[in-house]
């Protein structure tokens, strides 16, 4: 099926799902936290890292994948970007609300680029976050429409100022994906097969929120609620278990640029990292 560009500019949601403290507690755990983050998996002093939002507003990934009738065997996560607008309570609600703002037409058998606009409010209208989530349908290039180039990025011409190393566990994917995101590509070794990978890989979120954790650990003195941006472009899959490592740039006071490669190979993993800090 070609897909669905009507889609385009059509109001999505509102996707409204609850959550409680333990929610909070399993996401902190499923990106790699323990009694190194106590604050993030202990109901006493509970901590909310920011991304959390990003595992709440998955279905809200999956209607504009179903919008857009994208092919299921092609779609990968390829960027998300997020501004934070205030703390997030420890238990509550979230209502994701947003529309398909562009496809780019990556050419056939390359695939397609398509972009939505989300913004999160809490269950009292008071908006948590917003900004762009980037799905890569691999299996649906070549409609006719018009890619774009990338925007302009460059680190810094020096090694990074700060390297945070991390290891997920082999069933790291088995874990996150009880927060809400249970695409087979992350589970299954035969869908993940056939849609052109060795086995299951982890979840893009799941490694941003690897780095989210280094992130906050090394600028803001593990206060999560001081992060204003976060934003990052998924360049290759990683399985799981293989080392990482997040590599940091401070480029002003309250601004860095960051990456997350393989530690073996240097694989660049998440690329185009941008952080900002109140």
Same mark, same amino acid.
Request: aromatic content about 8%; overall charge neutral; hydrophobic content about 45%.
């Given at each position: 099926?070609?897909?669905?560009?009507?889609?385009?500019?059509?109001?999505?949601?509102? !996707? !409204?799902?609850?959550?409680?403290?333990?929610? !909070?507690?399993?996401?902190?755990?499923? !990106? #790699?936290?323990?009694?190194?983050?106590?604050?993030?998996?202990?109901?006493?002093?509970?901590?909310?890292?920011? +991304?959390?939002?990003?595992?709440?507003?998955?279905?809200?990934?999956? +209607?504009?994948?179903?919008?857009?009738?994208?092919?299921?065997?092609?779609?990968?996560?390829?960027?998300?970007?997020?501004?934070?607008?205030?703390?997030?309570?420890?238990?509550?609600?979230? &209502?994701?609300?947003?529309?398909?703002?562009?496809?780019?037409?990556?050419?056939?058998?390359?695939?397609?680029?398509?972009?939505?606009?989300?913004?999160?409010?809490?269950?009292?209208?008071?908006?948590?976050?917003?900004? +762009?989530?980037?799905?890569?349908?691999?299996?649906? #290039? #070549?409609?006719?429409?018009?890619?774009?180039?990338?925007?302009?990025?460059?680190?810094?011409?020096?090694?990074?100022?700060?390297?945070?190393?991390?290891?997920?566990?082999?069933?790291?994917? =088995?874990?996150?994906?009880? +927060?809400?995101?249970?695409?087979?590509?992350?589970?299954?070794?035969?869908?993940?097969? &056939?849609?052109?990978?060795?086995?299951?890989?982890?979840?893009?979120?799941?490694?941003?929120?690897?780095?989210?954790?280094?992130?906050?650990?090394?600028?803001?003195?593990?206060?999560?609620?001081?992060?204003? =941006?976060?934003? #990052?472009?998924?360049?290759?899959?990683?399985?799981?278990?293989?080392?990482?490592?997040?590599?940091?740039?401070?480029?002003?006071?309250?601004?860095?640029?960051?990456?997350?490669?393989?530690?073996?190979?240097?694989?660049?993993?998440?690329?185009?990292?941008?952080?900002?800090?109140?």
């Amino acid at each position: 099926m070609p897909l669905n560009l009507d889609a385009i500019g059509q109001p999505l949601g509102p !996707v !409204v799902r609850p959550y409680e403290a333990e929610d !909070v507690i399993l996401y902190a755990l499923a !990106v #790699g936290c323990g009694f190194d983050h106590l604050d993030y998996c202990h109901e006493q002093n509970l901590k909310v890292l920011p +991304t959390f939002l990003a595992a709440r507003a998955m279905d809200f990934f999956w +209607t504009v994948v179903e919008k857009v009738a994208a092919n299921l065997n092609g779609i990968v996560h390829a960027g998300q970007r997020m501004h934070f607008h205030a703390p997030i309570a420890v238990a509550g609600e979230t &209502r994701t609300t947003g529309c398909i703002a562009r496809i780019h037409d990556k050419g056939p058998g390359t695939g397609a680029l398509i972009e939505a606009h989300f913004n999160i409010h809490d269950g009292n209208a008071r908006r948590l976050s917003s900004g +762009t989530v980037a799905i890569f349908a691999r299996n649906d #290039g #070549g409609f006719g429409g018009t890619s774009s180039p990338a925007a302009p990025f460059e680190f810094p011409p020096r090694p990074p100022d700060t390297m945070v190393a991390a290891r997920p566990r082999a069933a790291q994917p =088995l874990i996150y994906r009880l +927060t809400g995101d249970r695409f087979a590509l992350h589970a299954d070794p035969e869908f993940a097969r &056939r849609a052109g990978f060795e086995g299951p890989v982890m979840h893009g979120l799941c490694t941003l929120g690897f780095a989210t954790v280094a992130l906050i650990d090394t600028f803001l003195s593990g206060q999560p609620h001081r992060l204003s =941006l976060l934003a #990052g472009r998924f360049a290759h899959p990683l399985y799981p278990g293989v080392p990482i490592h997040t590599q940091l740039w401070q480029v002003a006071p309250n601004r860095a640029l960051w990456r997350t490669v393989e530690a073996g190979s240097g694989t660049v993993i998440i690329d185009r990292g941008e952080m900002q800090w109140r």
